[in-house]
């Protein structure tokens, strides 16, 4: 007959006892907003297809303070995340170039200059740089 090893019980609030792990829940939790944000856009998809007058109902909808509190919330959320993510990924994974290490540093900062491309070209794209404007 064998036995399983005893395992002590661990509370419900085990990651309030130390600051990497407040940290790493907090980071996990960034995923809530996001939830929301991206519910409202599967929302904002089938408003379209229902037509005009539900589209300019969603508009309306976004156009709430609550709304748009919830979506600054998963902006700030979302940059939080790839702020830790740029920071650990160099450290989880580092890469090397012939014999020497790619710094940390730089690969953060072409992480951040890819986001702030991304961002610029979606502006464009938007008609951010309209002449017209």
């Known amino acids: ?55 300019l109902q969603y508009l309306s909808w976004l156009q709430q303070p609550w709304v748009i509190a919830l979506n600054s919330l998963a902006l700030v959320a979302s940059l939080f995340h790839a702020w830790t993510f740029f920071v650990l990924f160099p450290q989880v994974m580092p890469l090397r170039l012939g014999s020497c290490t790619l710094p940390a540093c730089l690969m953060v900062s072409a992480q951040w200059a890819g986001v702030l491309l991304v961002i610029l070209a979606l502006w464009w794209l938007l008609g951010g740089m309209n002449a017209d404007a």
């Open 1 to 55: 007959m064998s036995r399983k090893p005893y395992q002590s019980p661990m509370p419900a609030s085990w990651w309030l006892k130390h600051p990497a792990y407040r940290f790493y829940m907090l980071r996990e939790a960034t995923v809530l907003p996001l939830l929301f944000f991206v519910a409202s856009l599967l929302y904002g998809l089938y408003a379209l297809g229902q037509g005009e007058n539900s589209w």
